[in-house]
């Protein structure tokens, strides 16, 4: 996948993709990833990229004139991509739309100053607009970073292993199960038996269990939008028996509020 930023500060990428995954990712040319200072389109001797709104008020807007020109170098380098604004007004980024992105062969990451964009950039420029979520940042640089480091981990090859990715939290809807190393003591907390006894079928079953509970009790409206398989749902309704049978056996009677 092809991954160009288009951006007033590239120097934030540099460290961002000399590291771990991403620098495998782009020594084994999974990704090839470059971002572009849009200062370097501005066509004036200046190079100023922001001016103030029209309407007045507070704050600058950036200009549309080098943003296009930076749009259109870039999609000349990448002709497939995708051109991607980052902005609050975008689709919430999830998982999901990392599984979308990581087949695409390409993405232009367009990444705002100050209060944004003139909007008359059109959807030939600006096929995609992406938030990362309900919080106003500086600029969309660091929302790019979260996408492409999302979108990098699923492309094939990435992860050491295969499986990794698709383990991992989100690739089934429900939170991970809690992780353990050594020591098998630490300040007192035990890791969990099961994990020990090197039975493979119980310590998958008490992953799953420990996935649920999490899930349940962290993020509840993940079970509101997946399927459950045959086994979750055993898994649940014996909680759901468990508990029935403890509220049955130990409630105290309701107050009468008659009374
Ligand atoms: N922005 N998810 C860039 C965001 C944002 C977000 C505000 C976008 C500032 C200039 N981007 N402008 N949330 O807060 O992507």
């Known amino acids: ?32 990833a470059a971002a572009l200072n849009i200062r370097n389109f501005a066509a004036d001797r200046h190079q100023v990229t922001d001016d103030r709104p029209y309407g007045g008020g507070s704050g600058m807007v950036m200009k549309p004139e080098p943003l296009a020109a930076a749009i259109r170098a870039a999609k000349e380098r990448a002709p497939d991509a995708r ?15 990392a599984r979308e992105l990581a087949a695409l062969p390409g993405m232009i990451l367009i990444c705002g100053r100050y209060e944004g964009v003139d909007d008359r950039l059109g959807v030939d420029l600006i096929a995609d607009e992406l938030s990362i979520g309900d919080y106003v940042l500086t600029g969309g640089e660091v929302a790019a970073m979260a996408v ?5 981990r699923l492309i094939p090859g990435v992860l050491g292993g295969e499986d990794s990715a698709e383990c991992d ?10 992780h353990y190393t050594r020591p098998p003591v630490f300040e007192g907390a035990e890791v969990p038996g099961v994990l020990l006894t090197g039975h493979h079928r119980n310590i998958e079953r008490w992953r799953l269990e420990a996935s649920l509970l999490r899930t349940f009790v962290h993020r509840p409206d993940l079970l509101q939008e997946r399927e459950l398989t045959p ?17 049955a056996e130990r409630a105290l009677p309701a107050d009468d509020r008659r009374r």
Do not use: C, Y
């Not at 500060?9 to 990712?25: D, N, V």
């Open 1 to 32: 996948m092809q991954i160009l930023v288009l951006t007033l500060f590239p120097e934030m990428f540099t460290a961002f993709w000399s590291h771990g995954m991403l620098r495998k990712a782009i020594a084994q040319e999974s990704i090839a």
């Open 83 to 97: 051109t991607i604004l980052m902005s609050p007004q975008g689709r919430v980024f999830n998982q999901a739309l």
């Open 148 to 152: 492409i480091d999302a979108v990098t």
């Open 169 to 178: 939290s989100f690739a089934n809807g429900l939170l991970e199960h809690p």
């Open 231 to 247: 086994q979750e749902a055993d898994i649940l309704r014996r909680w759901h028996d468990s508990l029935g049978r403890l509220i």
